[in-house]
């Protein structure tokens, strides 16, 4: 299935400056209907808002971090089926495994580059 | 067996009441009540004169040993450490903080400014695209800068580690369980329970091609790997 570009994707970071990079990166691959926010709080509030097509979160958060942010998203009917990409500093094996239980869609560890968004994005899609 | 009735000397007392003095103004420091325990001891002399001979040696041994660690507390420099030297690392550290965040926005701002530069004249782009990358080359230079911060940092931390590793050898006690207030307590367990672990050291992280493989790892066979016990397991159960 090739990947929508037109669809609205959710970037959430506490670092501006990595929403900015996650921005940036996903306008070259083709995405222009990118929101951000800056926990998993925020996040959850604008994923009950608005449809989006695919989360890109960060691990590290306060007060809600990514990986409450991915169980809640897990456990509601209305969001439970929304593509969901962990990009996070966390490299531990323990961190991926829990994330992967809890149903992240992939991972991504930082730092990363353009082609791995770009892999990773296709792989959760299918393409 | 008789024991001498205590006597304590006028001037030792004095200096007793000086230090109780002290205390009433909130101004007593660790080294005020080792000082405090060392004149009580002091000022028992007459009382222990009397006593058995080998009982006296003990506690002459724990007044060297009080006078010992007042003298390693005294060297621990605890407020240059507290008033100077950890308000300077935290200082350094936000300077830090602060530089590379300004350095990655204008180094952005100059990348997002190629991106956008209008490509149809040829000349100004070529103008826009030159003062760009030479904005970008100047804002590399906070490199340098953060590099003398960090060894300013790793210099205050070597001594705070000095300092503390001598006094622990010098009280013997090297190892034992940290105490946590309950709000580090309350923090750490929320570290825990929610596997936040920060960035990790590159002999500690896993790459992107390991976090590839635990992706596609067969479910059924990581229940079985998690499962399994460990040779550390085996070896315990032939102990």
């Not at chain 1, 409450?68 to 996070?88: G, H, N, Q, W, Y």
């Not at chain 2, 205590?6 to 080294?31: A, Q």
């Not at chain 2, 990655?104 to 003062?131: K, L, W």
């Amino acid at each position: 299935m090739p990947v929508d570009l037109s669809m609205p994707v959710l970037v959430v970071d506490d670092y501006k400056t990595m929403i900015r990079i996650i921005r940036n990166l996903l306008k070259q691959l083709g995405f222009e209907n990118v929101d951000d926010a800056t926990d998993g709080s925020d996040a959850l509030t604008k994923l009950r808002d608005k449809k989006y097509g695919l989360v890109i979160s960060d691990w590290n958060m306060e007060p809600m971090t990514g990986y409450e942010l991915l169980k809640e998203v897990r456990s509601d009917d209305d969001l439970s089926r929304t593509p969901f990409i962990m990009v996070t500093a966390e490299s531990k094996t323990e961190n991926v495994i829990a994330a992967k239980k809890a149903g992240v869609n992939n991972y991504i560890v930082k730092p990363f580059n353009a082609a791995t968004l770009k892999n990773k994005i296709e792989a959760v899609f299918g393409d | 067996m008789t024991y001498p009735s205590p006597r304590l000397d006028p001037e030792r007392l004095e200096e007793l009441n000086k230090c109780f003095e002290k205390g009433r103004n909130g101004e007593v420091e660790l080294s005020d009540v080792v000082g405090m325990a060392e004149l009580m001891v002091g000022s028992m002399q007459h009382f222990f004169e009397g006593l058995d001979s080998s009982i006296y040696r003990e506690l002459r041994d724990i007044a060297k040993y009080l006078a010992s660690a007042k003298e390693d507390i005294r060297s621990l420099q605890a407020h240059d450490i507290k008033n100077k030297r950890i308000p300077e690392v935290g200082k350094e550290l936000d300077e830090i903080v602060k530089s590379t965040e300004d350095a990655t926005n204008v180094i952005m701002e100059q990348a997002e400014r190629i991106m956008a530069a209008d490509t149809q004249d040829t000349q100004a782009y070529r103008g826009e695209v030159n003062d760009a990358v030479t904005q970008i080359f100047e804002a590399c230079a906070f490199q340098d800068l953060t590099g003398q911060r960090i060894g300013k940092i790793v210099e205050a931390l070597n001594f705070i580690d000095s300092r503390i590793g001598r006094l622990a050898n010098a009280l013997g006690k090297t190892e034992g369980k940290a105490i946590l207030t309950e709000e580090e307590a309350s923090r750490e367990k929320r570290r825990q329970e929610l596997l936040t672990n920060g960035p990790q050291s590159e002999e500690h992280a896993i790459s992107q091609g390991e976090v590839d493989e635990v992706m596609l790892r067969d479910e059924t066979a990581q229940a079985a790997e998690e499962d399994a016990p460990s040779q550390e397991d085996i070896d315990a159960m032939f102990a």
